[in-house]
């Protein structure tokens, strides 16, 4: 029973550590999609993209050091992409972030 625990424990170090690459390979490729994309909606896609990437490994991270302090983490990091999504939408769409109305 103690040698299928290693075993397993090794098959899920390997498989974070493998999942971790492809997330950084990506967070490459959107980097470049921010910077060279062909319109404003391209890049606000990839930038929000960006950030799901960012809860991935904070949660791939949870899971090669056993602590739950990085769930909290995962959760802010949800929070502040969510509200980012939609004022780059907003100022997308209408040009503005905060309307005013001065009548």
Known sequence: ???FL???HIIVEIATVICLAAISVSFILLLFRIVSGP???DRAVALDSMGMNMMGIA???AILIPTTKLNDV????GILLFI???AVAKYL???VIIDRNLD
Do not use: D
């Open 1 to 3: 029973m103690n040698n």
């Open 6 to 8: 290693s075993l397993t």
């Open 39 to 41: 319109t404003n909606a």
């Open 59 to 61: 949660a791939l991270m």
């Open 74 to 77: 995962i959760l802010l990091i």
């Open 84 to 86: 980012g999504t939609l």
């Open 93 to 95: 769409e209408k040009g």
